[in-house]
């Protein structure tokens, strides 16, 4: 996931002479915080700081604090804000399978190790329609943030009808916390090319899982019931729950340090083959 946002304020390409007495344009999240939410902080940690430690143990190298420290001074924000709490429970789950996840050197390959499935929804959301919103998090569930980007807060409200513009903004926070915001649907329907088109219906043709709409996935060519297609069931790229990986058109089981391998995809780290030969074996890489 690349993090396409900023944390304090910019001129935006105006020259000096145009920014004199103007206002700066500030992130929808602006603002220092003195003392960082501790539950903000221990999930934020866990989303970013520790999988960085745990590499940097494993390859060599200094950790990184931005991306942890990013994160919970925005959570913290919108805790303090009143627009959104946590789910004790989920989030403390998620913490502990995220550190249970990332044990050992094995899981490091060119890809980020999926999140357990406790570390979705973590947000409950309180803002009714109409309130202003700084994250679709920050409203209740079902409702989306229309007009929301980087430096513009929007407003609560339905999802958009057919022909209504889609994925037009980015969500700081969402992106962030590592939430996709199902249960914040942009559109009735589905988004498909930044526009709000009718759903495909369960059953019904579809080429990507985007155009099954919210909470449904397409799985061998047809949309089906589910955010996810579970292991040995058919899928298309992206639509296997955590941990699985679509290969040949099925779901399957990522294998484990120490088992046979072809693809890095197949592995939760990498597939080493230091032989050079077709096979080879699931384990640590730190290159790419």
Same mark, same amino acid.
């Given at each position: 996931?690349?993090?396409l946002?900023?944390?304090?304020?910019c001129r @935006?390409?105006?020259?000096?002479?145009d920014?004199?007495?103007?206002?700066?344009?500030?992130?929808?999240?602006?603002g220092?915080?003195? +003392?960082?939410?501790?539950?903000?902080?221990?999930?934020?940690?866990?989303l970013?700081?520790?999988?960085?430690?745990?590499?940097?143990?494993?390859c060599?190298?200094?950790p990184?604090?931005?991306?942890?420290?990013?994160? +919970?001074?925005m959570?913290?924000?919108?805790?303090?804000g009143?627009?959104?709490d946590?789910?004790?429970?989920?989030?403390?789950?998620?913490?502990?399978?995220?550190?249970?996840?990332?044990?050992g050197?094995?899981?490091?390959?060119?890809?980020?190790?999926?999140?357990?499935?406790?570390?979705?929804?973590l947000?409950?959301?309180?803002?009714?329609?109409?309130?202003?919103?700084?994250?679709?998090?920050?409203?209740?569930?079902?409702?989306?943030?229309?007009?929301?980007?980087?430096?513009?807060p929007?407003?609560?409200?339905?999802?958009?009808?057919?022909?209504?513009?889609?994925?037009?903004?980015?969500?700081?926070?969402?992106?962030?916390?590592?939430?996709?915001?199902?249960?914040?649907?942009?559109?009735?329907?589905a988004?498909?090319?930044?526009?709000?088109?009718?759903?495909?219906?369960?059953?019904?043709a579809? +080429?990507? +899982?985007?155009?099954?709409?919210?909470?449904?996935?397409?799985?061998g %060519?047809?949309?089906?019931?589910?955010?996810w297609?579970?292991?040995?069931?058919?899928?298309?790229?992206?639509?296997?729950?955590?941990?699985?990986?679509?290969?040949e058109?099925?779901?399957?089981?990522?294998?484990?340090?120490g088992e046979? @391998?072809?693809?890095?995809?197949?592995?939760v780290?990498?597939?080493?083959?230091?032989?050079?030969?077709?096979?080879?074996t699931? %384990?640590?890489?730190?290159?790419?």
């Amino acid at each position: 996931m690349v993090l396409l946002l900023f944390a304090g304020a910019c001129r @935006c390409g105006k020259s000096p002479a145009d920014s004199a007495g103007d206002d700066t344009v500030q992130p929808v999240y602006a603002g220092t915080v003195a +003392t960082p939410d501790p539950r903000a902080r221990r999930l934020c940690e866990a989303l970013h700081l520790l999988p960085d430690e745990r590499r940097a143990a494993c390859c060599g190298g200094a950790p990184r604090r931005a991306l942890s420290d990013e994160c +919970t001074r925005m959570l913290s924000l919108a805790l303090r804000g009143g627009g959104l709490d946590l789910d004790a429970k989920r989030t403390a789950e998620c913490v502990d399978l995220q550190v249970a996840a990332l044990q050992g050197c094995g899981w490091i390959g060119p890809a980020s190790v999926a999140l357990p499935e406790a570390c979705e929804a973590l947000t409950l959301g309180k803002l009714e329609p109409g309130a202003r919103c700084r994250s679709a998090l920050e409203c209740r569930e079902g409702l989306r943030c229309r007009g929301l980007g980087p430096t513009q807060p929007g407003v609560c409200d339905a999802p958009g009808p057919p022909a209504t513009a889609c994925e037009l903004g980015t969500d700081p926070l969402a992106v962030y916390l590592r939430q996709d915001a199902r249960s914040h649907p942009e559109c009735s329907g589905a988004c498909v090319r930044r526009t709000c088109v009718p759903a495909v219906a369960i059953g019904e043709a579809c +080429t990507f +899982t985007a155009q099954c709409g919210s909470g449904n996935h397409c799985a061998g %060519g047809r949309c089906a019931p589910g955010r996810w297609a579970s292991e040995g069931q058919p899928c298309v790229v992206g639509a296997c729950e955590p941990g699985t990986s679509c290969r040949e058109g099925t779901c399957a089981r990522r294998n484990r340090e120490g088992e046979r @391998c072809r693809v890095d995809q197949e592995c939760v780290g990498a597939c080493l083959r230091p032989d050079g030969g077709a096979d080879g074996t699931c %384990g640590m890489r730190c290159g790419t």
